[in-house]
């Protein structure tokens, strides 16, 4: 039987393409939203999750650290992604054509320089692909989408202009989810932890809960704060830790950590992307 693994957008979305390299025996199951993804892992219609968490240029994505916590799911995998943006356009048109360009808002902030230069004005489309897929459908050889190889090659579009991003190093960071926890596996390059917490309302709580940490060596890679229950006191922290929690520094990190807190939670432990170095 053919595994599935499910992501928000449509075919050909960069999420979709994460699927593809990440899991390519895998069938890509596309879904509306982040919500629907989880949905479809939690009743079974697909076997993982494959949700972005962060991108080097544009920061956090938006809400997903608020539904990993109450999600049900377990993270078992990251995957760092090369996000390669570039301008589709119908068969036969040409650049200097292009008057607009449709697609994600994250995307179309992340090639201002280049759509600057040649005049061309920002559209918002709900996503990627389904920009990709709109052009294709219009036929409109001044309208253009930015998106990824595999769009262009789902909806029959020609790349008029490829790598147009700002910054050489765009890169948007995966988690994979699945129903049950699989803490057996650690990686040849490490091992990520990931937990949340909310520290106990005394003075310093949050400087004293960081300190097992660092007395006992281990290294934090990303602290965020978010609001939980819509309260400007209640305060969740999203973690993420190099090291397994049977490590007996990570191990004598945790308990000290939760000394100071009134809810801890290990979302997952799962090997290192080798291109997380």
Not at 125 to 132: E, K, L, R, V
Not at 140 to 151: H, K
Not at 172 to 194: C, H, N, Q, V, Y
């Amino acid at each position: 039987m053919i595994r599935r693994i499910a992501f928000q957008g449509e075919p050909g979305a960069y999420s979709h393409q994460a699927c593809h390299d990440a899991r390519p025996e895998m069938e890509a199951v596309p879904c509306r939203t982040f919500e629907d993804v989880i949905d479809a892992v939690r009743s079974g219609t697909a076997d993982l999750a494959m949700l972005p968490v962060e991108n080097s240029t544009y920061g956090r994505v938006a809400d997903i650290h608020q539904l990993l916590p109450d999600s049900g799911l377990h993270i078992v995998d990251e995957a760092f992604v090369r996000v390669h943006i570039n301008l589709l356009a119908v068969p036969g048109a040409r650049l200097d054509e292009i008057t607009h360009a449709m697609s994600h808002t994250v995307l179309l902030g992340q090639c201002r320089d280049f759509l600057r230069a040649h005049g061309i004005h920002r559209v918002t489309g709900a996503d990627t692909a389904g920009s990709a897929r709109h052009v294709a459908q219009t036929g409109d050889r001044t309208l253009a989408a930015l998106a990824g190889d595999l769009a262009a090659e789902i909806y029959g579009l020609d790349v008029l202009a490829r790598h147009i991003e700002d910054h050489d190093k765009n890169t948007t960071r995966f988690l994979l989810m699945a129903r049950k926890p699989d803490w057996s596996r650690r990686g040849d390059l490490g091992t990520m932890t990931t937990f949340v917490f909310q520290v106990r309302n005394i003075p310093a709580a949050l400087y004293k809960a960081m300190g097992g940490f660092a007395t006992n060596g281990v290294n934090m890679t990303k602290l965020e704060s978010y609001m939980v229950d819509g309260s400007f006191t209640a305060t969740q922290f999203y973690a993420d830790i190099e090291g397994h929690p049977e490590d007996p520094n990570v191990r004598l990190a945790l308990e000290e950590l939760d000394y100071f807190t009134t809810k801890m939670e290990i979302l997952g432990v799962y090997p290192a992307d080798r291109r997380r170095h």
